[in-house]
């Protein structure tokens, strides 16, 4: 039987700004290498994880907010991560948890969000596999022998046991750096092709990176990307409005590749240099962000504010106190501090508390998508050839089931 998803978080466009999103970083333990990374530095410290006891206290005092986004370090290495997503789900009726991985545990995965479905059956769970490229470069790209394969096999996993599960959504992550840029648009044909994601999203490196040099877009190799995989993303809107019907089937389409349009846009305007995003940043106002080891700030991109642990881990006492205040103030919604990103969890957390300003730039962002628009095609001898041009392992790919009949 298929399971509908609920209606997302953020689908509820709202004026009152309020807690909304809590950035919880629930460990400082990796087993990746990835070049990119803007939290190696922070990691490198090995400060002790904030305890259950400290996080379960977060959670109390936390009241009732829409959405958890839990982050690492690798997330799967935090022994009692599927206690503290429960814990948040009873004591704050959250309705949507972002649950990024590098799928280098494949079975936990499937094991925790299974346990997840059950223990939680109210809220949307999105499982987003970080995969950067194919083979090589991806295992280049996140520094682990083997990753690509373990992350393919995950996302299969995935698809067999939550194939009718709306309330799972299936999400492939790319950052674009030096290493895949220029496989990018093949590769997000061949994942459509093989696997029922429910989108893909590209993320461009930001902060300071492992290694230097990796960061390599600019606004117009930006543009350019983000048109040439624009029909990747319509083809991901009509899968995605599949099981809908009457009015909902038009509206879904409009909203999706509105907002991921618009999102795009904001960041090329980004890339290259501050440039206001057309609506209020709501750091600090609506988003709240964790650290491992219990520092807090407004934005993952701005400096630490204090530590949680000196407020008795009492959130609303943090969202209230000085130094919070004083942030925002210093940010002025963007516009006093010139600090203007391009990361996307800010500007999808913005877009939703800014109705007026930002349904033109939805409207627009769907139109240059309509015009971007082409068929595609994904037979079988189409993705084979990808198989063969980046050199994948097809025996690998046989027996993790990513493509069936004879490996040869």
Request: hydrophobic share 35%.
């Amino acid at each position: 039987m298929k399971i509908k998803r609920k209606e997302s978080s953020f689908r509820a466009i709202n004026t009152n700004r309020k807690l909304e999103s809590v950035f919880l970083f629930v460990t400082g333990k990796c087993n990746a290498k990835c070049t990119m990374c803007f939290y190696a530095d922070d990691m490198s410290k090995k400060e002790e994880d904030l305890t259950f006891e400290e996080i379960k206290k977060i959670s109390e005092s936390a009241g009732e907010f829409n959405r958890l986004w839990i982050s690492g370090g690798e997330p799967t290495l935090r022994e009692d991560l599927p206690e503290i997503l429960e814990m948040f789900y009873r004591n704050n009726k959250i309705k949507d948890i972002n649950f990024p991985t590098n799928a280098l545990k494949p079975d936990r995965v499937i094991e925790w969000v299974k346990r997840f479905r059950q223990n939680c059956p109210d809220c949307n769970i999105n499982v987003s596999i970080s995969l950067d490229g194919f083979g090589k470069t991806h295992d280049i790209q996140r520094g682990v022998p083997g990753n690509f394969y373990k992350a393919v096999e995950t996302l299969k996993k995935l698809d067999d046991h939550f194939r009718d599960d709306g309330k799972v959504l299936k999400n492939v992550s790319t950052v674009i750096t030096k290493y895949n840029l220029e496989e990018v648009y093949d590769f997000m044909m061949w994942i459509y092709g093989r696997f029922n994601t429910s989108t893909h999203t590209i993320e461009a490196a930001r902060g300071m990176t492992r290694e230097d040099g990796v960061k390599i877009l600019t606004e117009s190799t930006l543009r350019k990307l983000q048109d040439m995989i624009s029909p990747v993303y319509s083809a991901y809107a009509e899968r995605m409005v599949n099981d809908t019907s009457g009015l909902r089937k038009p509206i879904t389409r409009f909203f999706y590749l509105g907002l991921i349009r618009t999102l795009y846009n904001v960041r090329a305007s980004n890339i290259d240099k501050p440039t206001p995003w057309g609506m209020d940043c709501t750091a600090g106002e609506t988003t709240l962000v964790i650290d491992y080891d219990g520092r807090f700030r407004a934005c993952e991109l701005r400096e630490p504010l204090g530590n949680v642990k000196d407020y008795g881990c009492d959130v609303d006492a943090v969202m209230r106190g000085y130094p919070m205040k004083q942030e925002i103030e210093a940010i002025g919604h963007g516009y006093a501090a010139n600090c203007w990103c391009t990361h996307g969890c800010w500007i999808t957390s913005s877009i939703i508390f800014n109705p007026k300003k930002m349904l033109l730039e939805v409207y627009k962002g769907y139109r240059q998508t309509k015009k971007l628009y082409k068929p595609l095609s994904f037979d079988e001898s189409f993705l084979q050839g990808l198989e063969g041009k980046y050199g994948l392992d097809r025996e690998k790919l046989y027996q993790s089931g990513v493509i069936t009949g004879s490996s040869n």
